[in-house]
């Protein structure tokens, strides 16, 4: 029966002798959770697992698009669309994308994911040449800029070509490189590190009815299937981000427990990105219909996976995060 090894992660001021650091990061471990499907999870010392684990578990992470893995990253969201669920329509000309991007840079964020397709649920296909057209201009114009690397947020392989042609870093797809067989290749060509995300179904019907065995194993195991995948191609695995998919066709009770046991994700030996900023399920638990009053329950929830050594928080609201990850910085270490 295959097992699954989730480091309990700590960041308390009072290390323990002998504790290990998680991903060569922030976050130390003692022990570990164990975890099968159909059965109950145990915790176990550390010095309990195999040592391969182990060695997985504390590997440092390598630089991603030029960023530590030491440390954790924001990335700031700029949608060139007319439909995303929280800022659709606000950047959509050149000049007010641009102006963004300056923005969030100068307010903390270390890259920008630019998308030119709404993926909210019950969102439309955008034709290829649309999304061209709607990111490859700006992140031209935007990399002549800024120095702050950006992320194109496309499942299509001739958009992300476009983009890193224009400028663009790291390939971020929300169909965790499932929609089009050709991503994988242009990513690899170019050298560029990548995202690969868990979404079960497509956008436009994802949250129907979103389904799972147990959705904390389920996505490990895909996330573990494309990763090697990716790997087969070329693209070295320090090279790939691995996102669980907040939202993403899943309920309110699947994105919970998933949150619950992000540093899971660790055991891949990839970086984790967490996007979770403004969604439903903090609307629904925070009391917050409008998706501009959420900026406090969407802290909370990054800081509670930068807590678990998540070296990625996607956010709307950079200066606001960046501000929240100083004083959780300083409150930790106690300086």
């Keep these: 029966m295959k097992l699954y090894y989730r480091a309990i992660a700590q960041t308390d001021a009072a290390r ?3 504790a290990h650091t998680l991903a060569g990061g ?17 915790v176990v010392a550390a010095s309990d697992i195999p040592a391969d684990i182990i060695s997985r578990l504390v590997a440092p992470r390598k630089d991603v698009a030029g960023l530590a ?12 669309t007319p439909d995303s669920f929280s800022d659709g329509g606000k950047f959509n000309a050149p000049e007010q994308a641009i102006a963004r991007c300056k923005e969030m840079a100068t307010d903390g964020a270390t890259i920008i994911d630019i998308g030119g397709e709404s993926t909210r649920p019950g969102s439309n296909f955008v034709q290829v040449q649309e999304e061209i057209n709607r990111t490859a201009p700006v992140i031209e114009v935007v990399a002549k800029n800024i120095t702050t690397p950006i992320s194109i947020d496309t499942r299509k392989a001739p958009v992300a070509k476009a983009a890193l042609e224009a400028g663009a ?14 991503l994988g290749p242009v990513a690899n060509s170019a050298k560029a590190p990548v995202c690969v995300m868990h979404a079960q179904g497509d956008p436009a019907t994802m949250q129907d009815d979103p389904r799972y065995d147990d959705v904390l194993l389920d996505v490990y195991d895909f996330l573990e299937t494309q990763v090697n995948a990716l790997v087969a191609l070329g693209i070295p695995r320090d090279q790939i981000v691995v996102d669980p998919g907040i939202g993403f066709g899943k309920t309110q009770a699947h994105n919970l427990a998933l949150l619950a046991r992000l540093s899971l994700f660790h055991c891949l030996g990839c970086p984790i990105l967490l996007g979770a900023s403004r969604k439903r399920f903090i609307g629904d638990i925070g009391k917050a219909p409008n998706t501009d009053d959420r900026v406090p329950g969407s802290l909370a929830v990054a800081l509670n996976g930068i807590s678990q050594g998540v070296q ?20 930790t270490a106690g300086v």
């Design 26 to 42: 922030w976050c130390w471990f003692t022990h570990v959770e164990v975890l099968k499907r159909g059965g109950p999870s145990k």
């Design 312 to 331: 990625f928080v996607r956010v709307h609201d950079v200066a606001e995060t960046k501000q929240a990850f100083r004083l959780w910085q300083s409150v």
């Design 16 to 18: 323990s002798d002998g």
């Design 169 to 182: 870093t790291l390939v971020n797809d929300v169909s965790g490189f499932t929609y089009d067989a050709d």
């Design 69 to 80: 893995m030491a440390q954790p990253q924001i990335m700031g969201i700029l949608n060139v």
